[in-house]
């Protein structure tokens, strides 16, 4: 069955459901599936899993909201020359299309930006609100900016998880005992296995229901609509720093594939060093890659197999390196819940659907009815 994403996305009771999925309200973790699954007692995979989210090595769990890169279709780096203070921090921190910010060392520049817009439109109006707002230096206060625009309808993949393979392999390789701080073993690893790729995740959709005043019924069909809509993707927990697992780098990399491009492209498909990969023209670049190593020795021994693999493959390469002591803010949801939280503010506006009955106009009502 077909489903009208902007039908759906306009709907304000489809809204509230989903802020509360990208939020990770009614979510938890299913410590029996996992108990069963790895056949391990219910209060070890409870300690474990405490451990994991107490160290940050992952996220409690939230529904992905996929239609973001649909209503936010264009995707900007930005090299950026900006004051490295408290107010600059906050609002990279807080503003709803910044969905990662970090300090850099790259020529004139010290910050690096990815942001989610509309539209270039959007963007210039984005920009100038900003600095009328004294939120960055004007540009006679600053170096101008340099920004690459990408767009997501030329994403080639999109796996944020990929990376736990790469941890699978260096701690089988003794290179990685120890994630932030906190040190693995089989079973964290096999958990941590689990939850990022979606199982052992529950929803709790009575919780749900009773907050947004409906049946449990019509929690469960709309999330399986949205599902099947591709609005959202299955409940999983991701890394804090999404693109990358904790203590990997993140390269950014522009790439010139000169020969066998598809079967280049064929094998970052599979490859778990990449989470995210783009078609892009940006002068001799026609590839952008997201990129996890272990270090910058994994990363040259990563370009060195597929320079052995596919001879000539490569151009030129543009790497920026971004390591995790340099991270300023990435926020997976922050982005969503703004798109969310936007079309929600314009569905109330428009009044189009205030027959969605409330919780606390379903309350008073039920109050009425005991009065009578």
């Keep these: ?40 007692h219910r209060n070890t995979i409870r300690e474990r899993v405490r451990e994991l989210i107490k160290y940050k090595v992952i996220d ?31 609002w990279l921190k807080e503003d709803a299309n910044i969905f990662a910010a970090f300090r850099i060392r790259e020529g004139e520049y010290n910050m690096m930006l990815f942001e989610l817009h509309e539209n270039l439109q959007t963007y210039h109006t984005w920009r100038e609100t900003i600095v009328k707002d004294g939120k960055i230096p004007g540009r006679s206060q600053r170096i101008p900016s340099t920004a690459l625009y990408l767009s997501n309808m030329l994403m080639e993949k999109y796996r944020p998880n990929a990376p736990i393979e790469l941890i699978k392999q260096n701690y089988q390789e003794k290179k990685v005992t120890i994630l932030n701080g906190y040190p693995i ?26 907050d947004l005043g409906v049946h449990r019924r019509t929690v469960n069909d709309r999330i399986q609509k949205m599902c099947d809509a591709e609005i959202i993707w299955k409940p999983l927990c991701r890394f804090p720093s999404f693109f990358v697992p904790p203590n990997f780098i993140l390269v950014f990399s522009l790439v010139e594939i000169r020969k066998h491009s598809e079967e280049f492209l064929k ?74 939280s936007e079309k929600l503010y314009n569905a109330r506006e428009s009044g189009l659907y205030d027959m969605v009955p409330s919780k606390t106009y379903l309350q008073k009502r039920k109050r009425s009815k005991r009065q009578r």
């Design 1 to 40: 069955m077909r489903y009208d994403l902007a039908i759906m996305l306009q709907d304000e009771l489809n809204l509230q459901l989903l802020s509360k999925l990208c939020s990770g309200e009614g979510l938890s973790i299913n410590l029996s599936y996992l108990s069963r699954k790895l056949r391990r």
């Design 60 to 90: 409690r769990p939230v529904y992905p909201f996929l239609a973001l890169f649909k209503e936010r279709p264009l995707l900007i780096a930005v090299y950026a020359d900006l004051p490295d203070n408290e107010k600059v921090r906050t």
């Design 185 to 210: 073993d089989d079973l964290s690893l096999s958990i941590l296995s689990c939850l990022t790729n979606g199982e052992g995740i529950s929803v709790n959709e009575n919780i749900l229901a009773k």
């Design 267 to 340: 094998d970052v498909s599979s490859d778990p060093h990449v989470s995210l990969a783009y078609r892009i023209s940006e002068g001799r670049y026609n590839l952008l890659l997201f990129e996890a190593h272990l270090n910058l020795e994994d990363y040259l021994r990563w370009e060195s197999f597929y320079n052995s693999k596919y001879p000539e493959c490569f151009g030129s390469i543009k790497n920026t390196y971004l390591s995790p002591n340099l991270t300023i803010s990435i926020d997976q949801q922050k982005v969503s819940l703004g798109v969310i």
